[in-house]
């Protein structure tokens, strides 16, 4: 240990203005690397990338000009480049086989803020899990969601893009599909009528001339009724139950009964079977 010290000691006597040199420089260096950060962080504020783009790129570019500026420092000291590099790729690759999840995550990412499946604000389904929310927040690695419940679902990057993600506000609205059950003596004219006096009060409904009413199948107890229409995509909710709600009075007051799962006997005279 000694002898360790004062060879280290005599390098430094021997190197001590290069050392201070590089000290200097990597000072500097750092403090321009901060400088130009935040000119590029000003001038993206004004364009319309995404803040998860601007925050990632931000990231990348402040990294990278201080790998360039201790690699600048270590080259004053006299220390080989290219053997500085060639060290550093090593113990990357041995440090990647460790973070091959991370690395999938940070790729992820990357592919989410060039190609754009979702952007913040978004309200996307990970057909993976079935976890479905409002996307708030796009980092490097993960994808935050908030659901209807308040509650934060983070979901790692890698995750989204190896399996299929639904977008169901891509488009702005969103079709709302609704059953109802009606027993199977009832007058469909009227049912058909009452659904449509839903559709025309309700303030939810987008371009009503095209809401469909249609028998969807047959229940064991009740003719299955079906209605679409669109609603605006952030509405989607707020229109669900408030349609729910007006189903239920405009059917009381057409006097339609909402069938429920029930079994009818019937006994045969002269005999004990049911």
């Known amino acids: 240990m000694e002898a360790y010290l004062e060879k280290l000691l005599a390098w430094s006597a021997d190197r001590l203005r290069d050392l201070l040199i ?27 990338l995404e803040p998860g783009v601007v925050h990632f790129l931000l990231s990348l570019l402040r990294w990278l000009l201080y790998f360039i500026v201790f690699i600048s420092g270590a080259s004053i000291l006299g220390f080989e480049v ?12 041995a440090v990647g086989f460790g973070l091959q999840g991370s690395l999938a995550n940070l790729a992820g990412g990357i592919l989410i803020m060039i190609l754009k499946p979702f952007q913040v604000g978004d309200y996307i389904l ?8 409002t996307v708030t927040n796009i980092d490097i690695f993960y994808t935050k969601l908030r659901t209807i419940e308040k509650k934060q679902i983070v979901i790692p990057n890698g995750n989204i893009m190896n399996h299929a993600i639904v977008n169901l506000t891509a488009e702005g609205v969103r079709r709302l599909n609704i059953k109802v059950g009606v027993p199977y003596d009832s007058d469909l004219k009227k049912v058909r009528d009452a659904l449509q006096q839903v559709i025309s009060d309700s303030a939810y409904m987008q371009d009503t001339d095209q809401a469909q009413i249609f028998v969807d199948s047959f229940g064991e107890s009740a003719i299955i009724m079906g209605l679409r229409c669109d609603v605006k995509a952030e509405q989607y909710f707020p229109a669900l139950w408030d349609t729910n709600e007006r189903i239920i009075s405009t059917f009381s007051s057409y006097g339609i009964a909402i069938p429920y799962k029930q079994v009818d006997l019937h006994f045969k005279e002269g005999g004990n079977n049911l």
């Open 22 to 48: 590089a000290l200097i420089f990597i000072w500097i260096g750092l403090k321009v690397a901060r400088l130009i950060v935040k000119g590029i962080a000003k001038t993206m504020e004004r364009s319309k």
């Open 82 to 93: 290219t053997s500085l590099v060639t060290l550093l790729g090593t113990g990357g690759l």
């Open 126 to 133: 990970e057909t993976d899990k079935n976890c479905e929310g």
